[in-house]
């Protein structure tokens, strides 16, 4: 078990850029998931795929946010046009969901932490 | 409104006391209920899971928690704290099987020597 791991750790860039974070979740896990952390805040959910099917977006997910997880495997997300208030460490979790009750808890990588200038 | 409350923000304890985080949850429904911990720069390690059946449940570094319904609580437990438990500690809830967590505000622990 390798666990789940997000990169880059740390982006920074300016305002206005595009920036990309990739998450590679455990490797069984059919369920990958998005959250954002603001300083001294729990994490916010952003999105959800079961397997390449995002079935579920919050309306956090701007439109300038975009997600894929295009094989199943690992998961891309990207933000357009980034503002201040983008800043956050963004976090990845993977969870083995089957036949209910055999759900299993999501587990988190280390996260991407976003520093817009 | 639907949410998850942790009353505390920050707790300060000394090292080989005991610890109890507070953590309760405002839905209809019994939810499934988690505890993470956080370290600084770090992402959230599970420290155990509520699902169903016996409600006080064992986790891992020797913490437990015990979920009351009748006061919509899941408060974890350390009977003795090391300085190495020093950490965010978050209480979520899962309400539909897998789809999303819902975190509180987290508590902050400080260890004492």
């Known amino acids: 078990d390798t666990g789940v791991s997000q990169n880059p750790r740390h982006k920074i860039t300016k305002r206005g850029q595009n920036v990309t974070f990739r998450c590679d979740p455990i490797s069984e896990h059919n369920r990958l998931y998005w959250y954002r952390q603001t300083l001294g805040q729990g994490p916010e959910f952003l999105t959800y795929f079961q397997n390449e099917a995002q079935l579920e977006k919050s309306r956090l997910l701007s439109d300038r946010f975009s997600a894929e997880r295009p094989k199943g495997s690992f998961s891309t997300l990207e933000i357009q046009r980034t503002e201040q208030g983008d800043s956050a460490m963004y976090l990845c979790?993977?969870?083995?969901?089957?036949?209910?009750?055999?759900?299993?808890?999501?587990?988190f990588g280390d996260g991407t932490r976003l520093s817009i200038l | 409104a639907q949410s998850v409350t942790q009353p505390d923000i920050h707790i300060t304890v000394s090292e080989g006391a005991s610890l109890e985080l507070r953590c309760n949850y405002s839905y209809g429904a019994t939810p499934y209920l988690f505890w993470y911990v956080q370290s600084p720069g770090q992402g959230l390690q599970l420290l155990l899971k509520?699902?169903?059946?016996?409600?006080l449940v064992q986790g891992i570094k020797g913490f437990e928690a015990e979920f009351k319904r009748s006061q919509s609580s899941f408060n974890l437990r350390k009977p003795s704290v090391h300085w190495s438990d020093a950490a965010e500690y978050f209480c979520?809830?899962?309400?539909?099987?897998?789809?999303?967590?819902?975190f509180g505000g987290g508590t902050r622990l400080m260890v004492k020597p």
């Open positions: 979520a809830v899962d309400l539909d099987a897998g789809n999303m967590l819902t």
């Open positions: 979790a993977s969870s083995l969901t089957g036949a209910n009750p055999s759900i299993g808890p999501q587990h």
């Open positions: 509520y699902f169903s059946g016996d409600t």
